[in-house]
């Protein structure tokens, strides 16, 4: 079982955008899951510290379906934003934008609102790298969290829309990324 995120609390945040990513939802969900608890695993936190994390987790992709586009970083902040506003976050506002803006960065975050945009940066890319980069992360711990939320296709489904997207922008062929 997992002890690292609030799985209700993502699966509550996720449920109104299930029916939009559709065929995906599985795989995005475990996506979000994942990446989550990696970053719990990478650094302790504290309760509020990990509310922020899970909604950024659950937005960070989300412009993948909301835009159907690949340079997905943009469009994934309003659907945070009126989540944020609609539950009295509004004051979390720039560090959940930022934590989604510069979750594909290559280099370090050394100009980050908080601690969090870094340690989300480094969620994600232990699972985007199917844990390649791991930061310090144990192998163990890296592999009860895939064995326990499978990738589900999510790795194949970004590799099909960037294959897509690369044939309509060969001279931009990851939007996404970061210096």
Same mark, same amino acid.
């Given at each position: 079982m997992n002890? &690292?995120? %609030?799985?209700?609390?993502? /699966?509550?945040?996720?449920?109104? #955008?299930? *029916? +939009?990513?559709?065929? /995906?939802y599985q795989g995005y969900r475990n996506h979000v899951i994942r990446m989550a608890s990696f970053c719990l695993l990478l650094e302790p936190c504290s309760k509020e510290e990990?509310?922020?994390? *899970?909604?950024?987790?659950?937005?960070? /992709?989300?412009?993948? #379906?909301?835009?159907?586009?690949l340079d997905y970083l943009p469009p994934s902040i309003p659907p945070a934003r009126? &989540? +944020? *506003?609609?539950?009295?976050?509004? %004051? #979390? *506002?720039?560090?959940?934008?930022?934590?989604? +803006?510069?979750?594909?960065?290559? =280099?370090? !975050?050394?100009?980050? !609102?908080? =601690?969090?945009?870094? +340690?989300? $940066?480094k969620g994600d890319l232990v699972d985007f790298s199917r844990g390649a980069f791991k930061f310090g992360l144990s192998k163990t711990a890296f592999s009860e969290v895939i064995r326990e939320?499978?990738?589900a296709g999510f790795h194949s489904m970004? !590799?099909? $829309?960037?294959?897509? #997207?690369?044939?309509?922008?060969?001279?931009?062929?990851l939007p996404m990324m970061k210096w």
């Open positions: 002890n &690292y995120v %609030d799985i209700e609390n993502i /699966d509550n945040i996720l449920a109104p #955008w299930r *029916e +939009l990513i559709g065929d /995906d990990q509310e922020k994390i *899970e909604i950024a987790a659950c937005f960070h /992709d989300i412009g993948i #379906w909301t835009n159907q586009t009126e &989540y +944020l *506003e609609k539950n009295g976050l509004g %004051d #979390w *506002e720039p560090e959940i934008s930022q934590m989604i +803006l510069e979750h594909h960065k290559i =280099r370090k !975050v050394n100009n980050g !609102v908080s =601690r969090l945009t870094e +340690l989300f $940066r939320f499978p990738n970004l !590799v099909k $829309r960037s294959a897509k #997207w690369f044939l309509k922008h060969p001279l931009n062929p």
